[in-house]
């Protein structure tokens, strides 16, 4: 009968998060069509634009290890209803700063509700690698993150739907100059951002009537936390996977960030910005989310490193062709980059953790706290669209996703060092 319980209280606490996972997936999603709609009422380069993504990446480096101190002290539950308090109030934030007119507005907006995001991720990532045993935490990371990428998908659709309409195919072009035009484009994101906040709010009353279950079913996985990030400073394993982990993030939001413009250039496939979001949720995203459902099937039967390096290979092949600049050609390579990402972020997450040779909390915060380096990432890829060519931005991306096939056979010739 206990057993029973037992085994009711961790698969309750396994859906609690992977709904989480949907909603954080779903929310930060939106940045890409929002970097279009910004870019055309604001009339921003895409060094302008792309400051979006920096400021997530800000706050990630910021909030990280605050994060998993007040873990540590609140629970995760606690942190957990105050991560989504802090982005219901970005969400909300970003509608005061459009009424306003202020890019700068909607940036500091961005920054709360991506320091809520952070919150959020600290918390949920522990606990499900925590939720049963280190030998498939593999399994359980990809099955969760599955719900993230589906999150990304709908998220995508909605806010390419909602945020990028017939004014923002026109300001593509060049062609808003009037404020009526310009207060149409910032009314669409205010109702896209309100809808969140209103998700967001009913997420924070779910969880607060499952808060007693949730603990006891996670009470095991809190009691690994515990060490200072610092320990895994210490470690060659733990500091290379946070460096690949930021390299991927970052590769991922670069490729999503300028994906709308890129596949709206003529050279490329010419299609209007709208479809191009459309392209980029159900293509790209879409893509994520059908390769983490397999390749969470495949890890029953390939070994984690070895599907890491045939992804993280495959994933720089295709960026290799969008920069070949061959028409629609590199767009479906570029949108197919996507498939490959999938499994990267948990297999990544997971491996460093067995391998470490410290506490699991102690690298998680490591692990946490580098995905903010990826944010140069997003800057260099910047700087060469708008000093080259969106086609010859996506080198970086490549590189990145190489030096993650390294990661993958140098984790694969060391094998597993797991300390629970």
Request: glycine share 10%; with cysteine.
């Amino acid at each position: 009968m206990m057993q029973r319980l037992r085994k009711l209280e961790v698969t309750s606490a396994f859906v609690a998060v992977t709904t989480l996972f949907f909603v954080w997936g779903f929310i930060s999603s939106n940045n890409d069509p929002l970097i279009v709609a910004m870019r055309a009422a604001f009339q921003l380069s895409y060094s302008e634009a792309l400051q979006i993504q920096l400021v997530s990446f800000l706050a990630n480096g910021l909030m990280s290890l605050p994060a998993a101190s007040l873990g540590n002290r609140l629970g995760a539950v606690n942190t957990i209803l105050l991560a989504l308090a802090t982005m219901t109030t970005g969400c909300l934030s970003v509608g005061l700063a459009l009424a306003e007119e202020s890019y700068p507005g909607v940036l500091g907006a961005l920054f709360v509700l991506a320091l809520g995001i952070t919150m959020l991720q600290v918390s949920a990532n522990p606990l499900v690698a925590g939720l049963g045993p280190a030998s498939s935490s593999h399994f359980r990371l990809n099955f969760a993150q599955t719900f993230n990428s589906l999150g990304v998908v709908v998220g995508v659709n909605y806010g390419a739907a909602v945020m990028l309409g017939e004014r923002v195919m026109t300001a593509g072009q060049g062609s808003i100059h009037n404020n009526a035009e310009r207060r149409e484009v910032l009314q669409a994101v205010d109702g896209a951002f309100l809808t969140m906040a209103a998700m967001l709010t009913a997420l924070a009353a779910f969880v607060w009537f499952q808060r007693h279950r949730i603990g006891l079913a996670t009470g095991k996985a809190e009691a690994l936390a515990g060490t200072s990030v610092l320990a895994a400073l210490r470690s060659r394993w733990a500091v290379s996977g946070a460096l690949v982990i930021g390299l991927y993030v970052g590769a991922e939001v670069s490729i999503a960030s300028v994906m709308i413009n890129f596949l709206h250039e003529r050279t490329v496939m010419g299609l209007p910005l709208e479809q191009g979001g459309f392209y980029l949720a159900n293509v790209y995203w879409g893509g994520a989310l059908a390769g983490r459902i397999i390749g969470t099937i495949l890890l029953t039967r390939i070994a984690a490193v070895r599907l890491l390096a045939i992804c993280a290979g495959m994933a720089a092949f295709l960026c290799l062709m969008a920069f070949a600049e061959a028409g629609s050609v590199s767009g479906w390579a570029a949108l197919g980059v996507g498939l490959f990402n999938s499994v990267m972020f948990p297999t990544i997450f997971s491996l460093t953790l067995e391998r470490s040779g410290v506490s699991r909390s102690s690298t998680s915060g490591l692990l946490v706290l580098a995905i903010s380096f990826g944010a140069l990432l997003p800057f260099l890829v910047a700087r060469l669209a708008d000093t080259a060519s969106l086609a010859t931005a996506f080198a970086v991306p490549a590189v990145a996703y190489l030096a993650i096939v390294c990661f993958a056979w140098r984790a694969d010739a060391a094998g597993p060092m797991t300390q629970d």
